[in-house]
């Protein structure tokens, strides 16, 4: 296990090796609720075009312990900041790959450490302003019973088996059940009553996504259940026109789940279309 001591904060981060020395480094963030474990089916079909790949847990979520509360989204971003910027090596092919909550922390990492990273890839990212309330996109990763955590995992997989409740069930339950994980979730649901809210650090200005200057990927499922389509639009408009646009009908919030092969074969045809990787010819 290895833990980065931040601020007297850990932070788990785990390291998995790759196939290929000489290929880029994964950097993938995870959103509400899941874990650095939850990308291991898309790393193995990524892994013999990765050298290492870096799988942070949030604190509050897998094995990172939560800062004592209250405790909010900016504070679990600036932990990830530094535990990216402590394990990222400037000289290496940096990817780094957001899922929601994780695409938003993601793309903020790109536009303050742009140096550190060469590719970005955001699958359904947060941080684009939306008409709905904070609280209708938010309270289902709020469960308060097993009824309600099966329709959490019914809402982020299209097709969700026995198997997947099963063993992602009791997960989320454990998760979703500390002060920590509560103290975070509070703080992104001040959206709704706070002009000054944590979370508004996370929503990017029209000029703020002209500005990136990594080359990204934004891949958003026609099936997403979880963040209103509105969101992807904004993204859509207001990213670099560079910026490549990948819209499965059948991908749902999280494709690295589902369909891993199919989104590890999205992020290589980015890969090699990149500018300035080192792929080109």
């Known amino acids: 296990m290895n833990f980065l001591h931040i601020h007297r904060h850990a ?5 998995v090796r790759g196939l290929n020395p ?6 993938m963030i995870h959103g509400i609720a899941a874990a650095g474990a939850s990308w291991l089916p898309l790393a193995r079909h990524l892994a013999p075009h ?7 847990d ?5 094995l990172s312990p939560a ?13 990830l900041k530094n535990a990216l910027i402590q394990t990222l090596d400037p000289d290496d092919d940096n990817v780094i790959i957001g899922n929601s909550l994780g695409g938003a922390f993601a793309l903020k990492f790109c536009l303050e450490c742009p140096d550190l990273v060469r590719q970005c890839v955001l699958i359904s ?7 709905a309330a904070a609280r209708d996109v938010i309270a289902p990763f709020c469960p308060q ?3 309600q955590t099966r329709d959490l995992i019914g809402r982020v997989f299209t097709r969700p088996t026995p198997a997947t409740h099963m063993f992602l069930a009791p997960y989320l339950r454990l998760t979703t059940r500390t002060r920590g994980f509560r103290s975070l979730m509070e703080s992104i649901l001040e959206l709704d009553t706070n002009d000054d809210a944590p979370l508004r650090q996370l929503l990017f200005s029209p000029q703020d996504l002209q500005n990136l200057t990594t080359h990204t990927c934004l891949v958003w499922g026609g099936s997403d259940h979880v963040l209103p389509s509105d969101m992807r639009n904004y993204f859509d408009l207001h990213l670099p026109a560079s910026a490549h646009r990948v819209f499965p009908p059948h991908f749902g919030h999280c ?3 589902e369909h891993s092969r199919e989104l590890a074969d999205i992020i290589q045809n980015f890969i090699h279309s990149a500018p300035c990787s080192i792929f080109d010819s």
């Open 255 to 257: 494709p690295q789940f």
């Open 67 to 79: 800062p004592t509360p209250p405790f909010d989204v900016i504070e679990a971003y600036r932990l």
């Open 22 to 27: 000489k290929a880029p480094v994964y950097a």
């Open 145 to 147: 019973s097993i009824v």
């Open 11 to 15: 932070i788990h981060v785990a390291h």
């Open 125 to 131: 990212p947060a941080g684009a302003p939306f008409a």
């Open 50 to 56: 990765a050298s290492r790949f870096v799988l942070p």
């Open 58 to 62: 949030l604190p509050a979520h897998g």
